[in-house]
């Protein structure tokens, strides 16, 4: 289902590729019986998921088709190519926007260029009745001959009115320039959610930057709903007071406060604009420095896709919409029910290289060490319900007959070559897969003394295996057991690192998490998952006020970190703070810097939202 540089596309000859966004890949491409050069947007292959969606695109293709205004890119055709639906669009020679901003300042005549344009496209196909829902100046083109032309029209509606995993996990928009009920994941948009996009741009072209950044998306998204817009005069003081009050009205919160039509505020716009009398010139202005990420954060970062130097006709190319790409990969429940009581005494075997104490039979309930002040309540909340967790049963020898074939011919491996880690690896998994955790954790410490502490590669392969029968914590365990070699600094492979959370994160959930990996060894060498596992632990063990001063104390230490708001989100959901949960696990999805299990945990929490 590629797109290749020299292939035929039915009747279009693929000559480059422009660039390449998070729903579709530009190329230019040469129409012979035309004679003349077009641009091919390619829809993701995603889209091809959904057998459905070949019909909705041909039609949501022909009321895009019909727009016609001379600022709006012209679609000419739509079709498939090997299952992979694509359009036609008029090629056109020049740059965007973004670019043009990112030169310097617009003239007075530039941004009046953009107000008319823009602002002529948008009431247009607004009175058609369909909106853009992705307004930003990479979505502007500019032809060398001073023309500007918005972009990308209508494949918003096009992406959405297909099931496919692409679609479904979208949330339209790109963070700087979403509008507030857009990042809530509403679905009643209307034409107000463009006037916003539309605002922000202008307020970026006289302001001088874009009202909110930050160094993630998720805190974007949240500062369109939450935080007021800084004062356009606070920010650069050449803005005049009439324009100011044009983008603080067009720029509001509530739709119902904004103007009502864009047509309303191009009007508003260009009267603010007259009545300040002087040129309204961008003014350049200095914007602080990103926050320097931590080093975990540095490791976990996926490196960024170069921006393409070619700009023509690209759509809106090199600023994607926020668009969830994920691997598929199990999903941890939300579920039912109690706190296990587990009783019969207490064994333990401390060694220096041993990674947790032996359980059998043991109580689930001792104390974490990690950082807890002393103002945490330990009672009064009822346990939140999860999923149960089946006594600790120890294997011994007048038990054969009750055990599965599977752990008895495993138990005669380990019989037959004591030294052979896989066969106690392979025990350790049956007993697990038998639901007999505490036999399981005890053939572990047996393996993990045998295996030593320089045994990164069999560690995270054991890990693996446990993962996949969804062992979250023996798997936090086995990674830990590599983890640890690395140091509270060190530069942790990313495979390693993202399994280790997310079955710690997983595992934190099971009553006895703190015994079988204790909060404050895993703080030696990575604190911050140490202190959500703990409040994840607290929260399923019925220590609300405890989870949340854990999770207080995390956001503190790394303000960024996705589990935590993950986490934030689970809480919210379980208790019933819907909307609080969505809006943090939409924001988690958006997150592109993200793991991936993190956002399919989001994804998983939106999903069972009433």
């Known amino acids: 289902m590629s797109f290749n540089v020299g292939d035929n596309v039915g009747p279009y000859k693929i000559i480059e590729q422009l660039g390449q966004g998070g729903m579709a890949t530009v190329y230019k491409a040469y129409h012979a019986s035309l004679d003349r050069y077009v641009a091919l947007k390619a829809l993701h292959a995603a889209f091809g998921e959904d057998a459905t969606f070949s019909a909705r695109f041909q039609r949501e293709a022909r009321v895009v088709a019909k727009l016609e205004h001379p600022n709006i890119v012209p679609v000419y055709d739509y079709a498939e190519h090997e299952k992979r639906p694509y359009l036609i669009m008029k090629f056109i020679e020049g740059d965007t926007l973004k670019a043009r901003l990112n030169q310097g300042l617009l003239t007075t005549q530039e941004i009046e260029k953009v107000v008319d344009s823009v602002g002529s496209a948008l009431a247009y196909a607004h009175k058609q009745g369909i909106l853009h829902r992705d307004i930003k100046p990479s979505n502007v083109l500019v032809a060398k001959d001073g023309e500007m032309y918005l972009a990308d029209f209508g494949l918003a509606r096009i992406a959405q009115s297909g099931e496919s995993t692409l679609s479904s996990d979208m949330i339209m928009g790109t963070p700087q320039y979403i509008s507030p009920e857009q990042a809530m994941g509403k679905k009643d948009l209307d034409a107000g959610t463009d006037i916003y996009s539309f605002a922000v741009m202008l307020y970026e072209m006289v302001v001088g930057q874009v009202p909110f ?40 919160k509530e739709r119902a406060d904004r103007y009502e039509s864009v047509g309303d505020l191009v009007l508003a716009f260009k009267s603010a604009w007259n009545e300040a009398g002087v040129p309204m010139q961008g003014t350049l202005i200095t914007i602080a420095k990103p926050v320097e990420p931590s080093p975990a954060d540095k490791t976990r970062m996926k490196p960024a896709t170069a921006e393409p130097t070619r700009m023509a006709a690209k759509a809106g190319v090199a600023e994607p919409a926020i668009t969830v790409e994920k691997k598929r990969s199990p999903f941890i429940w939300v579920g039912l029910i109690a706190v296990v009581a587990i009783c019969l005494g207490a064994l333990f075997v401390a060694r220096q290289n041993r990674l947790f104490t032996t359980l059998l039979n043991r109580r689930a309930t001792t104390s974490p060490t990690l950082a807890a002040p002393a103002t945490v309540t330990k009672q009064a909340a009822p346990p939140v319900q999860s999923p149960v967790q089946p006594p600790l049963q120890p294997v011994t020898p007048n038990q054969p007959l009750n055990l599965p074939p599977e752990v008895l011919v495993a138990q005669q491996r380990v019989k037959d070559n004591p030294t052979d880690l896989q066969a106690r690896l392979d025990l350790s998994l049956a007993l697990w897969s038998a639901k007999m955790p505490g036999a399981s954790y005890d053939t572990l410490a047996e393996m993990i003394k045998l295996a030593g502490a320089d045994n990164d590669a069999f560690y995270i392969q054991a ?31 990313v495979n390693l690192f993202d399994g280790f959370h997310e079955s710690y994160y997983r595992g934190a959930e099971r009553a006895e998490a703190p015994s079988v990996l204790p909060f404050d060894k895993v703080a030696q060498v990575d604190q911050p998952i140490a202190l959500v596992a703990q409040a994840r632990n607290a929260f399923y063990s019925g220590h609300i006020d405890d989870a949340n001063t854990f999770l207080t104390q995390v956001k503190r230490l790394s303000p960024n970190m996705p589990e935590a708001f993950l986490l934030e989100a689970e809480m919210n959901s379980v208790t019933g703070e819907n909307e609080k949960a969505r809006l943090i696990a939409n924001g988690l999805l958006a997150d592109l810097s993200a793991p991936d299990w993190v956002r399919a945990f989001a994804e998983e929490i939106i999903k069972k939202l009433p």
């Open 213 to 252: 950044s930050a160094d993630t998306p998720f805190s974007i998204i949240h500062d369109h709903i939450y935080t007021p817009l800084p004062l356009p005069q606070s920010v650069n003081p050449k803005v005049p007071e009439p324009v100011q009050r044009v983008l603080l009205k067009a720029l509001a």
């Open 463 to 493: 890990g693996d295996k446990f993962v996949a029968i969804e062992g979250w914590l023996p798997a936090a365990a086995l990674y830990f057991q590599a983890r640890k070699a690395y140091g509270l600094d060190g530069n942790v492979p």
